[in-house]
């Protein structure tokens, strides 16, 4: 393997303009699709940053459609909740949470500014079994007595960038709505709250709600009354069908026992996953068509590269056939040649990435920031780096194994060593070679053609926002 790949660099070093191109072309094919999945990952695909983010499952009610037979999927009121987390025994725990925008100042005195904060029952980050990096955590009776004093857990990027990270914050003071609340934790580095652009400012429990500003007394017991946002993190040893049929059947007894607020209404159990992406709504089906958009990018590269391959092998047809002649096998040859891909590949999916991280700092730059705690995080985090290592790897052999099979095939020894060509193979190359421009040509026609339609859209989009723009 190592004489191979000094043999590669040798090769590659003698040819630089074709070895330059051959970088460059897969360079944008990894970039695009590095770009493309940081994108995606912010808006539907990044999983919760607590341990075991794969037992997060989410819990909806089912309400029956007005005019139809079919369902919709809508929040869980707070009594249901409390039936459901004390009678089901497939999860390790049941949360529920809900959002909540109202007036946050850090000290007395201060004009207060909407934050965006997360009502939460006491057991949340219990169940998504996190540790605060300061403080503590809610009290099981802190999201059961209304009169209690009021508390707080502050996000750990409050506490860095709004209180200077000072290690005596919890007893401090500060002013929700026209509240005083305590500080009594703060939430752990790399937790940012339940949705990817949701960033709570703040966590309370959910009982403080009636004493903020607009509330209504006697929500919190009104069964009809769907506010939270239920997830739970399953058993090791129950599986997804199990908790759904476990589910139903609290929910039937739930119809059954108060038939005036739950009738026609179920529960369903949906992965985290599933959930977030109705969730966001049409920002999936988006960015799932970007993935495929910078895919169709990647395989257009690896046609460009699999053409020069091809075309340079009249050039190494000598070469080959005295390989052949003393003694060398197909395979070892087509392991050269592949090598030699794979070091194109190496240089492409480096430079791949450096694209990608310029295209995630410009998206990064964009203003997708409110603040209230709105924002999109855009990152060429782990998963996107292995993702564009994966692509390079797939590049090297999508664009590599057919020319290196067609170099090694049918060789003339003698017309090869005696003048360097084989004669009739040239018309099949040729053939190959024009079916890899064509599907170029074709794949580039359906990229530039979605490029027109999607900027016309968003031109019109922003042309008529959909209210009147001017006065009447």
Known sequence: MISDLKHGIRMLLKNPGFAVIAIISIAIGVGANAAMFSLADGLVLRPLRVPRSGEIVAVSALSPRASSSFVTTTLVSRPDYFDLRDRARSFKGLLA????????????????QSALGLAVSANFFDVLELQPALGRFFLPDEDSVASRNPVMVIAHDVWTDRFGADPTIVGHRVRLGNVDVEIVGVAPAGFEGMHLALHPVYYIPHVMTTALPGAIPGTLERRDLHTLTVKGRLKPDVSLAQAREEVRLIAASLERTYP????????????????RLEERGPSAPGAFMLLTLAFVVLLVACANVAGLLMSRGPAREREIALRLAIGGGRLRLMRQLVTESVLLAAGGGLLGLLLGFVAVRFFSRLPLVSDIGVRLLFELDRRAIAVGLVLAAASALLSS??????????LDLNNALKTGTTGGVRGSRLWGQNGLVAGQVALSVILLAVTVFLSRAFERELREPGFRTTKM
């Open 260 to 275: 005036d607020s739950n009738r026609g209404y179920g529960l369903l159990v949906k992965s985290d996953f599933d959930a």
């Open 401 to 410: 194994l057919v020319p290196a099979w067609r170099a090694t095939r049918r």
């Open 97 to 112: 949470y809900g959002t909540v925008v109202t007036g946050f100042a850090t000290r007395q005195g201060e004009p207060a």
